[in-house]
């Protein structure tokens, strides 16, 4: 038997595998037992650090799938769901949406530029992996109080970081969320999610199908950046981690970026090619077991073969590099030719590594010589899977059950100044600093830009609109994880609907603290059962997502943070309708029923510095009709806007709904009389879910409410759309507020830029 | 009618500017940067991205890919150049167009929406607009800040070949209504033939009213309507006057 065939052994150099080496790799004892059961021996060095980044949480999702597993994931127009690059649904007119979100938080927390740049690097490759096209991208940040020096320069570069790479590569950004608070002082969250398009027959998956196709390694060259990063990121940061963990964070190329992408779907639609998949988290380990894993077939391949760009490297180094910007491709046996022609044209190297096997195992040559060969399915698919218990912190408890209702009363100028006061704090005030630094223009198909309710955009050479919008606020879903994750579920969808688009499927990013700890586990449980209740009620399933935990630094917690992605459609763009008041004279309606819930709002945060109370409850046969509602109300033509209340309550709503987006003339005016037998700040500053405000022309209000009525949705006149450049007026309960548009403007637009225009 | 639309590795506006040529009743021609012929084609478009990734400066590398050649031969004999954003920048180092684009005031990516006022309407890229009309049309780019030295500068002035000057919604332009820092709040200028045509703003991004705005139709329309009518005598002439730029 030659060499090549024979069982992999040590090489030269290689550590003696101790239990402290494997503990280094993130491996329990019990785990490393299975793993030599797997193997039938012990593995090498190489086999190990394939196996710590396989089973890591980040590949393994070995703390979280089993929960997972609960999640409606099925509906007529679900294509592809969890388990791939990207999940996929049917969007009508023979096209298909690709969609997926994922979180970088651990690059961001040490380097904010690189760490929110790669981040949509990798975002955008799981989804033209699939054959889409990315045509928008919106993202969810979360971070500490803006007053923090630190908290500035993260925001500031990872603002930068985002917009340089998508602005590079011609994606247009149509949304997100960034919020501002304590829980995220040390740990920012940041989560990327792309949508594309393609043809519905044009959908392919990250496969090795047949034995003897050809393994190429295409794009940037692999160094030593980013080894283990998978396995950093399923750990938590403790103070002087920053230097330390530089060499784990990825440096990003969008130009390169930009050439893949064309290449990928080229190769795509050339035929020459079986399969493709990003070199992501734990790089060409995951790639290729993960492709052999699907097909159920095996891999070869030889990493003195691959491109390096750093002198000497080891098979271990080469398996686990996180090097940005490169794919693996399966090219169809005497194809070769044809797909390398491709990746020339646009400049790219490709390099013949191995091939497709039919041995079942992820196996691998260093100059022909056998350094590693695992069982593929095993590797890909026999991470344990742990659900231990979990137990809600008494801490948690105590703060839900505070009595918050002594917040409620304000009077006279107080209530004025707190209005004011809640739209100037950052968490609500206008985001334009930072939408104005990513391009939303680029692919001219933007409809619905940042800014408003969700963003939207138009399918080029048709009238189908895609609308998307990412929601999670963390405070509520701290004080309780499961309503606070339904109630990410339905903000999401009150946002698509309130476009006039209808909530069609989500994906997620969940971001959590250490799954070690008891509380963790119980925020998790709670939270992916409270996306379960409210996916299945609205009929959203859920076609993937990522779970990051470990986002701590010395031992302290983020909020829970499960952010939702929500798409949906609208079959003619000419139907879509926009946040703010349009016309003077115009009938200001609530939909739903006001219940000044102050638990964990942004007034009871920013003004009385409190995380306490009840969340606002979700109740979700209320928030199915209302998203019903809402695209039917937009096909018939009849609202002027709409505008759902979330953070900041009925304050927050009210001022966006006057003054509109920035740079698109003058903001109107409101009068509103509030009748609710409620106090007055929870009134205006509850963040009770279930609530969207419309505007109608006087002839529409009544084919308005007719329609709520017959969808079951409250419908209430509460005012009517005043003149331009006037005020907001309010009057309550023996209250009655003033508040002057231009000063409520430069509350609103003001906040960040005061806060960040000395950043660079 | 075919214009050629370039895509150098690292464009990303070239689908819009094919998508806004088709909308004016012309076919577009999709160019790969290293051919080394305009295959006949009517009129060129060096549409926005990042040409090989804006490496150096922007258009710094893309001036010496191939298809650069023959643009540079027909813009000098007097055919119709326009460059969107990125592909102002590029015709800017190819010397095709006098200034540089420095980074912007802010020193930040700005985009949004931007007012223009039309400055002439007798040219071949805004016969379709009325002369101080004010347009709309959105803006997205890190290195827009135009500058000239003083004496191009009074050149451009002097002989009517700044076309679009960023304004405010009444058509007034004034410092508040720059939003890069471009001398003389400079938007968009012609070579000395007035064959050649570069600017920031994106009218391939406002071609149709549900994208906000449908202002930047009327230029490709002009330049449609331009290649039609375009005479030999009024060729010779803008040769005549690129070349006379050049031995300047």
């Known amino acids: 038997m030659s060499r090549a065939n024979g069982a992999p052994r040590p090489r030269p150099g290689d550590p003696p595998i101790t239990p402290e080496l494997v503990e280094d790799h993130g491996l329990s004892p019990s785990e490393y037992e299975l793993i030599v059961e797997i193997m039938g021996r012990e593995p090498t060095f190489t086999e190990l650090g394939v196996f710590s980044a396989m089973w890591s949480e980040h590949c393994g999702y070995k703390n979280s799938k089993r929960l997972l597993r609960l999640l409606p994931t099925t509906a007529p127009w679900v294509i592809q769901g969890p388990g791939e690059n990207a999940g996929v649904i049917d969007i009508g007119g023979g096209w298909a949406l690709a969609f997926k979100m994922e979180s970088h938080n651990h690059p961001s927390a040490v380097e904010p530029y690189q760490g929110a740049a790669t981040g949509v690097g990798g975002i955008l490759r799981d989804v033209f992996t699939m054959g889409a096209r990315p045509v928008a991208t919106l993202n969810s940040l979360h971070f500490g109080d803006l007053e923090g020096a630190r908290v500035r320069y993260l925001l500031a570069g990872v603002v930068r970081g985002v917009g340089d790479y998508g602005n590079c590569v011609g994606i247009p950004s149509m949304g997100g969320e960034v919020h501002f608070d304590r829980g995220y002082e040390e740990n920012p969250i940041v989560n990327a999610m792309c949508l594309g398009i393609m043809r519905c027959d044009e959908l392919i998956r990250g496969t090795a199908e047949g034995v003897g196709n050809t393994l190429m390694a295409v794009g940037a060259r692999t160094g030593r950046d980013g080894i283990h990063g998978a396995t950093f990121a399923s750990e938590e940061l403790s103070e002087g981690d920053d230097e330390a963990s530089r060499p784990q964070v990825q440096v990003g190329d969008p130009y390169t970026e930009k050439l893949l992408l064309e290449a990928s779907l080229e190769l795509i639609a050339s035929g020459e090619i079986v399969g493709i998949q990003d070199m992501g988290a734990a790089g060409l380990t995951s790639s290729g077991a993960e492709m052999a894993g699907r097909s159920g077939t095996g891999v070869e391949m030889d990493v003195a073969r691959v491109p390096v760009r750093a002198e000497a490297m080891t098979p271990y180094e080469i398996l686990l590099s996180e090097s940005q910007e490169r794919m693996l491709v399966v090219a169809r046996a005497g194809r070769e030719e044809a797909a390398c022609q491709i990746l020339e044209k646009w400049e790219l190297e490709a390099a013949t590594i191995g091939q497709v096997t039919d041995r079942g195992t992820f196996r691998v040559l260093e100059d022909g010589v056998p350094v590693a060969e695992i069982p593929a399915l095993p590797l890909t698919e026999g991470c344990p899977a742990y659900e231990r218990p979990g137990e809600e912190s008494g801490e948690v408890r105590a703060l839900r059950a505070q009595d918050i209702s002594r917040y409620g009363e304000l009077s006279g100028d107080d209530l004025r100044v707190a209005f004011l006061e809640v739209v100037g704090t950052p968490a609500v005030a206008s985001k334009q600093w930072i939408y104005e630094q990513y391009d939303t223009t680029v692919r001219a198909s933007s409809i619905e830009r940042p800014g408003g309710s969700a963003g939207l955009i138009r399918i080029p050479g048709t009238d189908l609109g895609v609308a998307a919008s990412t929601d999670c606020n963390g405070r509520h879903c701290y004080l309780d994880p499961r309503s606070g994750a339904a109630g990410a579920v339905v903000e999401a969808a009150r946002n698509v609907a309130c476009t006039g688009a209808t909530p069609l499927a989500i994906t997620n990013c969940l971001n959590f603290g250490s799954p070690l700890k008891a509380e963790i586990r119980h925020q998790f449980r709670e939270a992916v059962l409270g996306i379960r209740d409210a996916c299945a009620h609205l009929e959203t399933p859920v076609t993937g997502g990522n779970v990051s935990f470990y986002n701590e630094t010395d031992g302290k917690a983020v909020y829970p943070t499960p952010v939702i992605g929500m798409v949906g459609t609208i079959a003619d763009v000419a139907n879509v309708v926009g946040h703010s008041f349009r016309r003077p004279g115009d009938a200001i309606l609530l939909l739903g029923h006001n219940r000044g819930e102050l638990g964990g709002s942004e007034y009871l945060y920013a003004l009385h510095g409190v995380v306490a109370g009840e969340p606002p409850r979700v109740d979700l046969e209320a928030e199915r009709a209302l998203t019903r509602c809402l695209p039917a109300m937009a096909a018939r033509g009849v609202l002027g806007s709409a505008h759902d209340v979330a953070t900041g309550g009925l304050a927050a709503t009210l001022a966006e709904c006057c003054l509109g987006r920035p740079r698109t003339g003058w903001p109107v005016g409101a009068s509103l009389h509030l009748h609710d037998a409620l106090p007055p700040a929870a009134l205006l500053f509850g963040e009770d879910h279930g609530r969207v405000i419309v505007s109608a022309s006087p002839a529409d209000e009544a084919e308005v409410r007719e329609i709520a009525a017959r969808h079951g949705v409250p419908c209430t006149p509460i005012g009517t759309v005043g003149e331009e450049r006037s005020s907001l007026r309010i009057h309550l309960r023996g209250e009655s507020l003033e508040l002057p548009l231009d000063l409520l403007a430069d509350r609103y637009f003001g906040a960040i830029p005061r806060a960040m225009d000395d950043e660079p | ?248």
């Open chain 2, 1 to 248: 009618m075919r214009i050629a639309v370039i895509t150098f590795p690292g464009s990303n506006c070239d689908q819009d500017c094919h998508r806004s040529v088709e909308a004016a009743g012309a076919t577009a021609v999709p160019v790969w940067h290293r051919e080394i012929s305009l295959g006949g084609t009517d009129a060129v478009i060096v549409p926005g991205g990042f040409a090989h990734g804006d490496y150096l400066r922007p258009g710094a590398i893309a001036r010496f890919s191939p298809i650069m050649t023959p643009v540079v031969e027909f813009a000098r004999a007097g055919r119709l150049v326009v460059g969107i954003c990125n592909g102002f920048q590029i015709l800017c180092e190819a010397g095709l167009l006098p200034g540089a684009l420095l980074r912007n005031r802010s020193l930040r990516f700005q985009s949004h929406d931007c007012a223009l006022r039309v400055e002439r309407s007798d040219t071949p890229f805004t016969s379709r607009y009325r002369e101080g009309q004010v347009i709309r049309m959105p803006l997205a780019h890190a290195d827009g800040n135009y500058y000239a030295d003083r004496g191009a500068l009074e050149e451009l002035e002097s002989e009517g070949r700044v076309l679009f000057r960023y304004s405010d919604a009444e058509g007034e332009s004034t410092e508040e209504a720059n939003p890069n820092g471009s001398l003389n709040r400079i938007a968009g200028i012609v070579n000395e033939g007035g064959n050649v045509l570069g600017l920031m703003p994106h009218p391939d991004r406002a071609i149709d009213l549900a994208l906000g705005s449908q202002d930047g139709l009327p230029l490709f329309e002009s330049l449609v309507d331009s290649v039609h009518q375009r005479t030999p005598a009024q060729m010779a002439a803008a040769e005549g006057r690129a070349l006379a730029g050049t031995a300047r």
